[in-house]
């Protein structure tokens, strides 16, 4: 997998999802260190609150991409 390449997900509004800033905000993160050499947050232990009526990320997609991300990254 190539950690340089930034996900795009579905967007759900009247089921349950994962905030998008929170995300967002992880994966900039994750993304900052890969990018910088410095230590990459733990992808396990990334939480996200989630959203029912409001736009969010659809979990499954998210936690999809995060497990294959953990997967390629040493010690994750």
Same mark, same amino acid.
């Given at each position: 997998? !190539?950690?340089?390449?930034?996900?795009? +997900?579905?967007?759900?509004?009247?089921?349950?999802?994962?905030?998008? !800033?929170?995300?967002?905000? +992880?994966?900039?993160?994750? +993304? *900052?260190?890969?990018?910088?050499? *410095?230590?990459?947050? *733990?992808? @396990?232990?990334?939480?996200?609150?989630?959203?029912? +009526?409001? #736009?969010?990320?659809?979990? #499954?997609?998210?936690?999809?991409?995060?497990?294959?991300?953990?997967?390629?990254?040493? @010690?994750?």
């Amino acid at each position: 997998m !190539s950690t340089g390449a930034r996900p795009s +997900f579905t967007r759900t509004r009247w089921r349950e999802g994962y905030a998008v !800033s929170d995300v967002d905000d +992880f994966l900039d993160r994750v +993304f *900052h260190a890969l990018s910088t050499g *410095h230590p990459v947050p *733990h992808i @396990d232990g990334a939480r996200f609150r989630p959203t029912r +009526f409001g #736009e969010g990320y659809y979990m #499954e997609e998210v936690d999809d991409f995060l497990d294959e991300l953990a997967a390629g990254l040493p @010690d994750q």
